[in-house]
């Protein structure tokens, strides 16, 4: 079993950054790749940012350029570094990990003013 716990989110004006963080514990060595997805109001889920065991990064296409994954493999950390933050970009965002499974954290609240 692998516990998530997502941080970082808040409240933030349009134009402005924040970075969530996604702290694994439990059976980590078995975990492939991580990312992030989000929900919000009234859609469904999309995901946004994968990065796999060996650093290799994806992006959703609206997330490029703006947002960065990374990890930091001895705090067994994910962060995900947004700039340039859009109304539209105003969702839960929720952490994921996968190895055979699929874990999720219980998502962390991020809103951006117009």
């Known amino acids: 079993q692998v516990q998530l716990v997502e941080s970082g989110g808040g409240l933030v004006q349009a134009g402005g950054s924040l970075r969530l963080s996604c702290a694994a514990s439990?059976?980590?060595?078995?975990?492939?790749?991580m990312g992030w997805y989000r929900q919000a109001p009234g859609k469904q889920r999309e995901w946004v940012a994968t990065i796999t065991k060996n650093g290799a990064t994806n992006y959703e296409y609206s997330v490029k350029g703006r947002f960065t994954i990374s990890r930091d493999n001895a705090k067994i950390t994910m962060y995900l570094q947004m700039n340039s933050l859009k109304p539209e970009d105003t969702a839960v965002y929720y952490c994921?990990?996968?190895?055979?499974?699929?874990?999720w954290g219980r998502g962390t609240q991020v809103t951006v003013s117009s």
């Open positions: 439990g059976s980590i060595f078995s975990i492939n790749a």
């Open positions: 994921y990990a996968e190895d055979n499974s699929e874990y």
